[in-house]
């Protein structure tokens, strides 16, 4: 998931075929009498947010079924056991109505709670503000959540109220029907509108990094669009697009290309890539990096369907003022070498 977690685990993932003896039956029933301990309500909601197909096509709850009928589910998982701390975070928060929240993350606030991070999340934050949240399995302890950024990244998430919207969000996430537009400033000069295809998979020599693997022997299908927004000779400004939403997407695709993220200490992009000898300007890099301690990445747009209405729902944010900032030193920069 850019830096959105891979969508896939929020789901069971059921495919049933209808035997040859079978009774003419309402597919709700028929599902809940095969899966055990799944309450009708979880199946009906899967059903409105168009989560079941028979014969590939989308069916509401009172289909009745038929000896022969492929049936594909996708459906939350259960959540596991996990204590959750509510604390008094606060959130920036762009828009709220019943059904969904959509928040401007901050750098530095990790999404949710995992090994090392218990406390200080932003679910955290979201439990002591909201009484409840729904949970998947695949988010155990993440209420609400149907993607991730990083916690160095900043920008918008979107976050469920009801188990319907979380739902009906995650399948737009797996369908990438979401319209995710990031900001990232690069090293590098880039002319020209371009797009990266490449699996990614954990490295395999070091695990907390990914890696793409152009042959598409490990990981999964990936694929970023991007585009030149502003120049500045040995960095660019740039918009990148996600088709796909795999963990670090952004990041590694980038750094694939010979363009990491200005400032990314996973990727490389936290050292002088491109540039002068000149110790001035070695100088320069390094103040912007004081004031940019981190992946110079923002989740700029974030557009999707609104699970009750049908709407289509589009937000916008500004930059993070630490990437701002460096922007505008090296609009500075360059305008001052042009002078001399």
Same mark, same amino acid.
Request: one cysteine or more; glycine letters at 8%; charged letters at 25%.
């Given at each position: 998931?850019?830096?959105?977690?891979?969508?896939?685990?929020?789901? %069971?993932?059921?495919?049933?075929?209808?035997?040859?003896?079978?009774?003419?039956?309402?597919?709700?029933?028929?599902?809940?009498?095969?899966?055990?301990?799944?309450?009708?309500?979880?199946?009906?909601?899967?059903?409105?947010?168009?989560?079941?197909?028979?014969?590939?096509?989308?069916?509401?709850?009172?289909?009745?079924?038929?000896?022969?009928?492929?049936?594909?589910?996708?459906?939350?998982?259960?959540?596991?056991?996990?204590?959750?701390?509510? %604390?008094?975070?606060?959130?920036?928060?762009?828009?709220?109505?019943?059904?969904?929240?959509?928040?401007?993350?901050?750098?530095?606030?990790?999404?949710?709670?995992?090994?090392?991070?218990?406390?200080?999340?932003?679910?955290?934050?979201?439990?002591?503000?909201?009484?409840? =949240?729904?949970?998947?399995?695949?988010?155990?302890?993440?209420?609400?959540?149907?993607?991730?950024?990083?916690?160095?990244?900043?920008?918008?998430?979107?976050?469920?109220?009801?188990?319907?919207?979380?739902?009906?969000?995650?399948?737009?996430?797996?369908?990438?029907?979401?319209?995710?537009?990031?900001?990232?400033?690069?090293?590098?000069?880039?002319?020209?509108?371009?797009?990266?295809?490449?699996?990614?998979?954990?490295?395999?020599?070091?695990?907390?990094?990914?890696?793409?693997?152009?042959?598409?022997?490990?990981?999964?299908?990936?694929?970023?669009?991007?585009?030149?927004?502003?120049?500045?000779?040995?960095?660019?400004?740039?918009?990148?697009?996600?088709?796909?939403?795999?963990?670090?997407?952004?990041?590694?695709?980038?750094?694939?290309?010979?363009?990491? =993220?200005?400032?990314?200490?996973?990727?490389?992009?936290?050292?002088?890539?491109?540039?002068?000898?000149?110790?001035?300007?070695?100088?320069?890099?390094?103040?912007?990096?004081?004031?940019?301690?981190?992946?110079?990445?923002?989740?700029?747009?974030?557009?999707? %369907?609104?699970?009750?209405?049908?709407?289509?729902?589009?937000?916008?944010?500004?930059?993070?003022?630490?990437?701002?900032?460096?922007?505008?030193?090296? %609009?500075?920069?360059?305008?001052?070498?042009?002078?001399?």
């Amino acid at each position: 998931m850019e830096e959105n977690q891979e969508v896939e685990e929020l789901f %069971e993932h059921h495919h049933v075929i209808v035997d040859k003896g079978q009774e003419q039956l309402r597919v709700d029933k028929f599902l809940m009498n095969r899966l055990e301990k799944t309450s009708r309500n979880k199946i009906q909601n899967a059903a409105k947010a168009g989560c079941i197909q028979v014969n590939d096509k989308p069916v509401k709850s009172n289909y009745k079924i038929k000896p022969g009928d492929s049936i594909k589910l996708m459906l939350p998982n259960e959540p596991r056991e996990l204590k959750l701390i509510p %604390e008094d975070i606060p959130l920036n928060i762009v828009y709220e109505d019943d059904t969904i929240i959509v928040i401007n993350k901050p750098s530095g606030l990790v999404v949710h709670p995992g090994y090392g991070n218990y406390t200080g999340t932003l679910v955290n934050g979201l439990i002591y503000h909201f009484d409840s =949240l729904p949970q998947s399995k695949g988010y155990a302890g993440r209420p609400g959540l149907v993607h991730r950024i990083d916690k160095l990244t900043t920008g918008l998430m979107v976050i469920a109220k009801t188990e319907y919207a979380m739902t009906h969000l995650a399948k737009q996430f797996f369908d990438h029907t979401v319209d995710r537009r990031y900001q990232a400033i690069v090293w590098g000069d880039i002319m020209e509108d371009g797009t990266v295809e490449g699996n990614i998979g954990r490295n395999l020599k070091n695990r907390k990094i990914m890696a793409v693997f152009p042959e598409g022997d490990f990981g999964k299908v990936a694929t970023t669009h991007y585009k030149p927004i502003k120049r500045y000779g040995y960095v660019t400004l740039v918009e990148c697009k996600l088709e796909t939403g795999r963990t670090h997407q952004i990041r590694v695709h980038m750094a694939h290309i010979g363009h990491a =993220l200005f400032g990314d200490p996973s990727y490389g992009g936290d050292r002088i890539l491109k540039g002068t000898v000149f110790t001035k300007y070695k100088q320069f890099v390094e103040n912007c990096f004081k004031i940019l301690p981190r992946q110079a990445l923002h989740a700029k747009t974030l557009g999707f %369907e609104h699970p009750e209405t049908g709407e289509k729902m589009e937000f916008n944010s500004d930059l993070a003022e630490d990437m701002t900032q460096v922007l505008d030193k090296w %609009e500075r920069y360059v305008a001052n070498r042009q002078l001399s």
